[in-house]
């Protein structure tokens, strides 16, 4: 089948339940009988004017909305690279944070009422976050973010941009050429995100971070309307000792124009939700020859200044691999807290094997369902394995040399399969959520 054609979403929305938690609550609140009732019966422990304010008291209560939160269909729906359903997210502020919030109390003193709320309390404000308009998602805002990324302990100059990489802007030659003349290895290639992109990487001269840029390109000129996309891989500390697990310093450099040219600011309003395809932080570039892919020696390095031997490019693209995967498993440092992101996802599929929290991180709620397909799907890259049908997609995707019809038969039925995997995958993350949502009864 033609992979360019694949069906949308598979998720049915609704929105109905949420609608209905509120109309819930509102009868409840308006009920100043049953809050009144929640006294009478013995929680005169609770600080006065504080439990009082819970809309919700008995067992039965917070059974009931745990069981109807759990049960919303529109958790599932990603929005890394599309628009949030705004309604959606406001509902889940007003009506379910907003009891957290006025329960506190309440909860800090039932252990079983905190027990059975606990994976939806963890839940609600790592799925906001993902979904907020003004947010990277990780747990601190943006500004807190960004600011702790040049604190006193994080290496000097680990965020900086070179000024000479910037001036080359818009001209994808001049980057290039810019890149070649500073010893700036660099790769252009075919992206997971569709299009083409430049990846740039500069490390340390102490090798205390390596910086990872990328510009997107597009007819033959910087997508500038993207930002230059960045991460600081940081291995050490200013001090210059060497951290347990690397830490990832995520920033979307704006690409703004001036009198003189392209400069870089920061918008602290951007939203690109990182970790939603950072899963286990560092992304592997695609790992096989695509149309685009594209390299040559820079300074330093022999050949430099001549035209690149054939499988220079091919070679580079090993080589950033092979430094990504070495990084191993990163620290979030607190800024993602992977295991209030949902159940692990696809212990049926084998894919636990390895996302298991150890060798790679786990899948979640969270992780992009685009990027979930890319690698599923499109690329037949997961489960690893199917090495012979992804030579074949390189092929077929290369014209080089053509395929055979018999050739063509077998890629169309790894094909097939792995389109099974994918909706199988898709369909299964909304009942695994509703699971571990309700997964401690109330009662
Ligand atoms: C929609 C999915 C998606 C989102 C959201 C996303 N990335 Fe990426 N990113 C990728 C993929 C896929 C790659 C691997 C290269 C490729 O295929 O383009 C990548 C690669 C990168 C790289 C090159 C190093 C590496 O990991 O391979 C940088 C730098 C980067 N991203 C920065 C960011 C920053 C900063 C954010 C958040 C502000 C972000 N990305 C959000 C999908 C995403
Ligand atoms: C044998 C180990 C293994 C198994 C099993 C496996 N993966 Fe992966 N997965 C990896 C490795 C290694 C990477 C990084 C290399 C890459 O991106 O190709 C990765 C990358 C990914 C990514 C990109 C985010 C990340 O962690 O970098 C997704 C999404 C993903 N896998 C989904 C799945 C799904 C879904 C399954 C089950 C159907 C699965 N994987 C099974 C090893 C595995």
Redesign the pocket.
């Known amino acids: 089948m033609d992979h360019l054609t694949r069906r949308g979403r598979l998720h049915p929305s609704s929105g109905r339940l949420l609608a209905y938690i509120t109309a819930l609550s509102a009868a409840i609140i308006g009920a100043g009988c049953r809050m009144d009732a929640g006294r009478r019966q013995g929680k005169d422990e609770a600080p006065p004017g504080t439990s009082a304010e819970c809309p919700r008291q008995s067992p039965k209560e917070w059974q009931d909305f745990i069981d109807l939160a759990a049960a919303e269909t529109k958790w599932v729906d990603t929005c890394e690279d599309s628009t949030c359903d705004v309604e959606f997210y406001k509902n889940v502020k007003d009506n379910i944070q907003s009891v957290f919030d006025k329960c506190a109390a309440l909860l800090e003193q039932n252990s079983t009422l905190r027990k059975c709320t606990q994976n939806l309390r963890d839940f609600v404000p790592a799925w906001t976050a993902q979904h907020s308009s003004d947010s990277y998602g990780f747990t601190l805002g943006n500004h807190a973010y960004l600011a702790a990324q040049e604190a006193a302990d994080k290496p000097q100059n680990m965020m900086k941009v070179p000024p000479e990489l910037v001036a080359a802007v818009p001209d994808p030659a001049k980057v290039v050429a810019a890149a070649q003349a500073n010893g700036w290895k660099y790769l252009t290639h075919n992206s997971a995100l569709g299009g083409s992109r430049t990846f740039i990487m500069i490390p340390d001269i102490d090798d205390r971070f390596d910086r990872w840029m990328l510009l997107n390109l597009q007819d033959k000129s910087v997508k500038t309307e993207t930002p230059l996309s960045f991460i600081a891989v940081q291995k050490k500390n200013r001090d210059g000792q060497p951290l347990p697990k690397v830490r990832l310093n995520f920033r979307d450099y704006t690409l703004t124009q001036g009198d003189a040219g392209y400069r870089l600011t920061i918008d602290e309003s951007r939203n690109g939700k990182c970790y939603a ?5 560092m ?2 570039l695609i ?1 096989r020859r695509t149309p685009i892919l594209e390299a040559a020696p820079v300074k330093g390095e022999s050949g430099y200044g001549k035209s690149p031997p054939a499988d220079f490019a091919w070679n580079r693209l090993q080589e950033f691999n092979a430094r990504i ?1 070495a990084y191993g498993l990163n620290d979030w440092d607190g800024a993602i807290v992977p295991e209030h992101h949902g159940p692990p ?2 212990e049926e ?3 636990t ?3 298991d929290g150890k ?3 786990i ?1 979640t709620l969270s ?2 369902t685009a ?2 397909e890319q ?2 799907y499109y ?1 037949l ?5 199917d090495h012979d049908a992804i030579a074949l997609l390189e092929r077929s995707e290369m014209s080089n040399p053509v395929l055979s019809q018999s050739e063509k038969d077998t890629l169309a039925n790894v094909q097939d399969e792995h389109e099974q ?1 994918t909706e199988a ?1 898709e369909n299964a993350r909304g009942p695994s959520l509703q699971k571990w949502l309700t997964a401690t009864p109330c009662q």
């Open positions: 395809c950072h899963v286990s932080g992304r592997k790992h995967a996802l696809g599929f084998g894919c094997h390895c996302h060798i790679r991180s899948i992780t992009s990027q979930l690698k599923l690329e890259s997961m489960p690893p394995g995997i995958f």
